[in-house]
């Protein structure tokens, strides 16, 4: 995906969250839930106008700060190799985010989602993107698995990346299998947390084995 396409489909994805979020917001209560447990029951509010107003301010927010970070990146000349996958995944965590802020729309409008069922698509997608962005990502300092080791040779980086990126995939298959019940959620989400404490030991390993053989 080019850098136009990426920043117009981000922009049109804001739109939609601040089009919807206008066309309800005399709809929504004075008191918004915002945050729920892993029981489905609400636990964390605001105000209407920060309950409305946050997700767009936080997606802006993010959004930005993805567009930035390769600008100041020392090793910017290497995001070249997987701009566009980069690209890809900064609009599907967009996406993700606009979905998210439109179940939590929904729920204050009186529509009782099973919110952990109904995310589970979406964060199974991110952690797909995130295992596709890992398999193309050279080294750099904002994006991959930035341990010590992967930073200190390019090697370590893409033996560690070879085996965290269908890590990640799987865990997200798993993780939008659990619109079918919670269990395969969390199973999903344990195997990132998994994936990702597996990926650090084995960058520090594959280092040390290079550091033998020199």
């Given at each position: ?18 089009a ?88 204050n ?32 300092w904002?994006?991959g698995?930035?341990?010590?080791w ?27 299998a ?37």
């Amino acid at each position: 995906m080019s850098n136009k396409t990426a920043l117009w489909c981000t922009a049109a994805l804001w739109a939609a969250m601040a089009a919807v979020t206008a066309a309800v917001y005399g709809h929504l209560p004075t008191v918004m839930v915002t945050h729920w447990g892993a029981d489905n029951t609400p636990n964390g509010t605001m105000s209407r106008p920060w309950g409305a107003l946050f997700p767009l301010l936080l997606t802006a927010g993010i959004a930005a700060l993805l567009w930035f970070l390769p600008l100041i990146d020392p090793r910017r000349r290497n995001y070249a190799a997987f701009r566009s996958t980069y690209n890809v995944f900064v609009v599907g965590l967009v996406a993700f985010l606009a979905y998210v802020d439109f179940l939590t729309l929904a729920w204050n409008l009186g529509y009782r989602l099973p919110l952990g069922r109904a995310l589970a698509p979406g964060l199974g997608a991110i952690f797909v993107l995130t295992g596709l962005l890992l398999r193309k990502a050279r080294p750099n300092w904002f994006v991959g698995i930035r341990t010590p080791w992967t930073l200190s040779s390019t090697t370590v980086w893409e033996k560690t990346h070879r085996l965290a990126a269908p890590a990640f995939i799987l865990s997200g298959v798993v993780t939008a299998a659990g619109v079918f019940g919670t269990p395969l959620l969390w199973g999903g989400l344990g195997l990132v947390l998994l994936s990702a404490a597996l990926a650090v030991v084995y960058s520090y390993l594959a280092y040390e084995e290079e550091r033998k053989r020199a």
